[in-house]
């Protein structure tokens, strides 16, 4: 019986490696600010062109909650709100 052969990627395949690939990263922008939005179940997270970041959900009535990983709202709110923070949070580091 032939055993399947597996493609071994080539050092120009791994794109660590390629030419130009951080400098496409770094122009990758979600300009600040960001902005906390709530919607039914969830608190979304957007940056100035509106283009969606996060959604934090939550189950809105605490008799629902059957599994413990699932977010209150408080707690989807303080952790959207975090998240809102990054831009800001980040250029005290960079600057």
Known sequence: ???PTHAVP????VPLRRPGYYRRMS???FPPPWSVEELDS???V???NRQTLAYMY???DPRRRFRPELLTRDEAQRIAAVFAKLPELLG????
């Open 46 to 48: 957007r940056d100035a």
């Open 10 to 13: 080539s050092p120009s395949d």
């Open 1 to 3: 019986m032939a055993r």
């Open 92 to 95: 005290k580091w960079e600057g």
């Open 42 to 44: 969830c608190f979304v």
């Open 27 to 29: 122009e990758r922008h």
């Open 58 to 60: 939550f189950e809105k």
